[in-house]
């Protein structure tokens, strides 16, 4: 803040701006904070709307762990997660470095045809998938699972904006140093890249990992269920286990945090270019 | 090493011809400036020598090998870029190690070789390095390294020095010709500094509009200008043109008729080159062959000499006097040179008379 805008109006401006961070705040941690108190509330403590559990537990982690369920389920969202966001960090910016770097016929027709497909929403294209998935014999397997978001347009158009920042001189040093075109993206272009891949798997692990609609209605049998949708087979099932549901829930952020904290630095770093003129 | 040789070679974008059929042979180990304007031609010329760019016409050999068709790789060229495009993710090591990425050689004797382009370079105690942890001009040294490493039958440089500041500029122009000294290596060279091309090359090539205008040393450049472009683009400062008649075959310019001694009769307007460490401010009552009188308008004070801008009628023109006693600003002055110092051009072609 520059020092002319200090005094009373401000400091009044600044406040303001505190209450709308702080309320912003509250309002998206909230209902996390309630969501770990729960899992360590037993039974009859649910509905005990405390912040701070009574008598706290870990039983509910003991029984969500012990059943094998949950671990299946847990392994089936993060086998899932990662093959669907390897094979999007790969193909994306396989594709996105294609249309950044080169030139070719109809090359601006593909783009737009790519974006377009991004104004059209995940419950509009869930028909034809099932569709497409029943006749292919896809349906309760995982790659029905997982086969509309092995490549995404989002994914595509992010790669290509980052790959038009990497300059031409980079890619044709390598041309003359005798890489094919193939090394050139693999060994050059993709390195300069990391902070886009790391936001793109980011991105697409977490919506992977928490895709809801999708993995239930193509998956019948509860060995392929993945975490979301078993975990909201336990609130039909039986009389709802606010506890259990919300213990599970605590342990599906787990991978969340991990995958932020892993990546994030190669986010934040934002794109350095050093070995361009300084 | 080999030489180049190029025969009527011509690029388009679309229906816009950017180089027009220009021939041009550069002898194994020669030192060629290729030097111009921007969008003279000059660095598509160099990237169609490279295979970057693909040729509309006309034919390139690289030795005795015809490499129209022949991707970059294949051309045994090493090439070096104004962005230096040293990859950020690599050591300055494995940069260097990079120009030897189809070679056969085996683990240990490409780290020679590194090491070998390393201490020529000095850069040898910096290999593990990132290149973020350099400064510009030893960037520039690793983008040098990485195309030295291969032993390429030529080097091409685009425009090498431009985001260097002065001083790093002439330091590296000086270790860029050592290098091509101890090499003995075939170097294409582009820039849009005269500077460079002036103390650097064994040969000149000006261009302009796609075309090359003149070739030579870069003394008969400077002695022998072919035209008033390649006149004022070699030398610095630049030369001044001033327009003059021609009436019984002397010149109607300054105090008295200049008598020229020309091949063919000069047409009756002509351009008069004179640089400006040619064109002394005149003491009094001193007398030259050509004698201008004027206004000083600037005084430019540069340890060695001084230069004096003055006006004469509306042209500023700029002349050299002695470092001590310069003459004021403001005051009347007279400039002359020697009629041997003078270049005369046909006003109407601006070629050489």
């Given at each position: 803040m520059s020092a002319a805008a200090v005094g009373p109006r401000a400091g009044f401006g600044r406040a303001v701006a505190w209450v709308l961070l702080l309320a912003g705040g509250l309002a998206m941690i909230l209902p996390l904070v309630f969501m770990f108190s729960t899992s360590l509330k037993?039974?009859?403590?649910?509905?005990d709307l405390r912040l701070l559990p009574?008598?706290p537990?870990?039983?509910?982690?003991?029984?969500?762990?012990?059943?094998?369920?949950?671990?299946?389920?847990?392994?089936?969202?993060?086998?899932?997660?990662?093959?669907?966001?390897?094979?999007?960090?790969?193909?994306d910016?396989?594709?996105g470095?294609?249309?950044?770097?080169?030139?070719?016929?109809?090359?601006?027709?593909?783009?737009?045809?790519?974006l377009?497909?991004l104004m059209i929403p995940t419950e509009?294209?869930?028909?034809?998938?099932?569709?497409?998935?029943?006749?292919?014999?896809?349906?309760?397997?995982?790659?029905?699972?997982?086969?509309?978001?092995?490549?995404t347009a989002f994914g595509t158009f992010l790669m290509k904006q980052f790959f038009e920042t990497v300059p031409?001189?980079?890619?044709?040093?390598?041309?003359?140093?005798?890489?094919?075109?193939?090394?050139?993206?693999?060994?050059?272009?993709?390195?300069l890249v990391t902070p886009a891949l790391s936001a793109l798997a980011i991105f697409t692990f977490l919506s992977n990992w928490t895709a809801f609609?999708?993995?239930?209605?193509?998956?019948?049998?509860?060995?392929?269920?993945?975490?979301p949708?078993?975990?909201?087979?336990?609130?039909?099932?039986?009389?709802?286990?606010w506890?259990?549901?919300m213990?599970?829930a605590a342990?599906a952020t787990l991978p969340t945090l991990l995958v932020f904290l892993v990546l994030q630095r190669y986010i934040v770093r934002g794109v350095v270019l050093a070995?361009l003129k300084g | 090493?080999?030489?180049?040789?190029?025969?009527?070679?011509?690029?388009?974008?679309?229906?816009?011809?950017?180089?027009?059929?220009?021939?041009?042979?550069?002898?194994?180990?020669?030192?060629?400036?290729?030097?111009?304007?921007?969008?003279?031609?000059?660095?598509?010329?160099?990237?169609?020598?490279?295979?970057?760019?693909?040729?509309?016409?006309?034919?390139?050999?690289?030795?005795?090998?015809?490499?129209?068709?022949?991707?970059?790789?294949?051309?045994?060229?090493?090439?070096?870029?104004?962005?230096?495009?040293?990859?950020p993710?690599?050591?300055?090591?494995?940069?260097?190690?990079?120009?030897?990425?189809?070679?056969?050689?085996?683990?240990?004797?490409?780290?020679?070789?590194?090491?070998?382009?390393?201490?020529?370079?000095?850069?040898?105690?910096?290999?593990?390095?990132?290149?973020s942890?350099?400064?510009?001009?030893?960037?520039?040294?690793?983008?040098?390294?990485?195309?030295?490493?291969?032993?390429?039958?030529?080097?091409?440089?685009?425009?090498?020095?431009?985001?260097?500041?002065?001083?790093?500029?002439?330091?590296?122009?000086?270790?860029?010709?050592?290098?091509?000294?101890?090499?003995?290596?075939?170097?294409?060279?582009?820039?849009?500094?005269?500077?460079?091309?002036?103390?650097?090359?064994?040969?000149?090539?000006?261009?302009?509009?796609?075309?090359?205008?003149?070739?030579?040393?870069?003394?008969?450049?400077?002695?022998?200008?072919?035209?008033?472009?390649?006149?004022?683009?070699?030398?610095?400062?630049?030369?001044?043109?001033?327009?003059?008649?021609?009436?019984?075959?002397?010149?109607?310019?300054?105090?008295?008729?200049?008598?020229?001694?020309?091949?063919?009769?000069?047409?009756?307007?002509?351009?008069?080159?004179?640089?400006?460490?040619?064109?002394?401010?005149?003491?009094?009552?001193?007398?030259?062959?050509?004698?201008?009188?004027?206004?000083?308008?600037?005084?430019?004070?540069?340890?060695?000499?001084?230069?004096?801008?003055?006006?004469?009628?509306?042209?500023?023109?700029?002349?050299?006097?002695?470092?001590?006693?310069?003459?004021?600003?403001?005051?009347?002055?007279?400039?002359?040179?020697?009629?041997?110092?003078?270049?005369?051009?046909?006003?109407?072609?601006?070629?050489?008379?």
């Amino acid at each position: 803040m520059s020092a002319a805008a200090v005094g009373p109006r401000a400091g009044f401006g600044r406040a303001v701006a505190w209450v709308l961070l702080l309320a912003g705040g509250l309002a998206m941690i909230l209902p996390l904070v309630f969501m770990f108190s729960t899992s360590l509330k037993d039974a009859s403590e649910v509905y005990d709307l405390r912040l701070l559990p009574a008598h706290p537990t870990l039983d509910n982690y003991v029984t969500v762990l012990s059943d094998g369920r949950f671990l299946r389920w847990f392994a089936n969202s993060m086998g899932v997660a990662v093959v669907v966001t390897l094979s999007n960090v790969f193909f994306d910016s396989l594709v996105g470095y294609t249309l950044a770097k080169f030139e070719f016929r109809g090359r601006y027709i593909v783009f737009l045809a790519i974006l377009s497909t991004l104004m059209i929403p995940t419950e509009m294209l869930v028909i034809p998938w099932y569709v497409m998935a029943r006749n292919f014999g896809w349906l309760d397997t995982y790659w029905g699972i997982m086969f509309p978001g092995m490549m995404t347009a989002f994914g595509t158009f992010l790669m290509k904006q980052f790959f038009e920042t990497v300059p031409n001189d980079f890619l044709e040093a390598a041309r003359v140093d005798g890489l094919n075109e193939f090394a050139i993206f693999w060994r050059i272009a993709l390195p300069l890249v990391t902070p886009a891949l790391s936001a793109l798997a980011i991105f697409t692990f977490l919506s992977n990992w928490t895709a809801f609609i999708w993995p239930l209605i193509v998956t019948t049998s509860k060995e392929l269920y993945t975490l979301p949708v078993g975990l909201s087979s336990f609130a039909v099932e039986q009389q709802i286990q606010w506890e259990l549901i919300m213990t599970g829930a605590a342990l599906a952020t787990l991978p969340t945090l991990l995958v932020f904290l892993v990546l994030q630095r190669y986010i934040v770093r934002g794109v350095v270019l050093a070995g361009l003129k300084g | 090493m080999a030489g180049i040789a190029i025969q009527d070679l011509v690029k388009r974008y679309g229906a816009t011809q950017v180089v027009h059929g220009i021939d041009l042979t550069v002898q194994d180990g020669e030192f060629v400036v290729f030097v111009g304007p921007s969008g003279c031609g000059k660095s598509t010329t160099l990237r169609m020598i490279a295979g970057l760019e693909d040729i509309d016409g006309g034919e390139i050999r690289i030795g005795d090998r015809v490499v129209n068709r022949l991707e970059p790789k294949d051309r045994n060229i090493a090439m070096v870029f104004q962005n230096y495009a040293i990859y950020p993710h690599m050591s300055v090591g494995e940069n260097i190690a990079f120009g030897l990425y189809t070679s056969k050689l085996d683990k240990v004797a490409k780290r020679a070789k590194v090491e070998e382009v390393g201490r020529i370079l000095g850069l040898d105690a910096l290999l593990e390095r990132r290149p973020s942890a350099l400064s510009g001009g030893q960037r520039q040294r690793v983008a040098i390294g990485r195309a030295m490493v291969r032993d390429p039958a030529a080097f091409l440089f685009d425009e090498p020095l431009s985001n260097l500041d002065a001083q790093l500029r002439a330091q590296m122009r000086l270790e860029i010709k050592r290098l091509h000294q101890r090499l003995g290596a075939t170097i294409v060279y582009v820039t849009h500094d005269q500077v460079e091309a002036m103390t650097m090359a064994d040969r000149i090539v000006v261009m302009r509009d796609g075309r090359i205008l003149q070739v030579g040393s870069p003394m008969d450049l400077y002695e022998n200008p072919a035209d008033v472009f390649t006149a004022r683009f070699i030398g610095s400062p630049t030369m001044n043109i001033l327009p003059a008649g021609v009436s019984g075959g002397a010149l109607t310019l300054g105090e008295r008729p200049v008598r020229l001694a020309l091949a063919e009769p000069a047409p009756p307007r002509i351009l008069v080159g004179v640089r400006p460490q040619e064109l002394r401010v005149l003491g009094e009552g001193e007398q030259a062959d050509l004698a201008l009188a004027g206004i000083v308008a600037v005084v430019e004070p540069l340890g060695p000499e001084t230069f004096v801008h003055v006006e004469i009628g509306d042209q500023l023109v700029l002349a050299s006097a002695a470092a001590k006693n310069p003459p004021r600003v403001g005051g009347a002055v007279r400039i002359g040179a020697d009629v041997a110092a003078l270049k005369f051009f046909d006003a109407a072609t601006e070629r050489a008379l």
